[in-house]
């Protein structure tokens, strides 16, 4: 059974903290994903990773960066949070390998910047 | 560029009633196209993806490359299935198969 796990279920942070949220799989999952979820907005791409080291930017990169320096673990940084970054984000990692893309997905970390 | 549209935000139906949520999509090659789904209080999950060509939970989808739609379907609904679904596509690119998603359906069956 593929477990991904977010190592936080909430977070209350202050304006200009730096904030880490962790990820880790346990399925040898090649791909991991960060997305933010917003009613009305749906899931939308942050950052991901096909490979160690690796990382692409989604379709809102702006004030995030990630770090995966293990294959299982995969960090979403928000380098100096800001109060519209309250949000709930999304984990998911997927095999990646011969076209097999079935994302399996984090509890998610609920996120909020005061 | 990738792109899923689900152009309803809401949809309430009665239990026993058929229901459709709708997805389009934009891509000009071959995409892998997937249903999640979200209970409530619960990860999300997948549904069912197009290449599995299953029914699960009652549920269908067909893919139509000529309309680029990948419609959800149930001939009858419960009360269950009152959740938040998601629509999904996953370009091949060789490698790096990102993940972009609609920005869902909330589905509310009523008794």
């Known amino acids: 059974d593929v477990k991904v796990t977010q190592s936080s279920r909430y977070l209350v942070k202050r304006t200009g903290e730096k904030v880490f949220l962790e990820c880790v799989q346990d399925m040898d999952h090649e791909n991991m994903f960060w997305y933010r979820q917003d009613p009305g907005l749906g899931l939308r791409l942050i950052y991901f990773s096909y490979d160690v080291k690796m990382k692409e930017k989604g379709d809102i990169p702006e004030g995030y960066s990630v770090s995966r320096e293990k294959k299982e673990r995969f960090s979403l940084i928000l380098e100096s949070a800001s109060t519209n970054q309250t949000s709930m984000y999304l984990c998911?990692?997927?095999?990646?390998?011969?076209?097999?893309?079935?994302?399996?997905f984090g509890q998610g970390t609920r996120l909020t910047v005061v | 560029a990738q792109r899923v549209t689900q152009p309803e935000k809401l949809l309430s139906v009665f239990k026993g009633a058929p229901v459709e949520l709708k997805c389009n999509y934009s891509?000009?090659?071959?995409?892998?196209l997937f249903w999640y789904v979200q209970y409530s209080r619960q990860r999300l999950q997948l549904l069912l993806r197009?290449?599995s060509r299953e029914s699960i939970k009652g549920f269908t989808a067909d893919l139509n490359k000529g309309e680029t739609s990948f419609h959800l379907k149930k001939p009858f609904a419960q009360e269950e299935d009152s959740a938040m679904y998601y629509c999904?596509?996953?370009?091949?690119?060789?490698?790096?198969?990102?993940?972009?998603f609609g920005k869902g359906t909330k589905l509310t069956v009523n008794p």
């Open positions: 999904a596509l996953s370009p091949f690119q060789g490698g790096s198969e990102k993940l972009v």
């Open positions: 998911a990692s997927n095999l990646g390998v011969g076209g097999n893309t079935e994302a399996f």
């Open positions: 891509y000009s090659g071959s995409p892998e």
């Open positions: 197009h290449i």
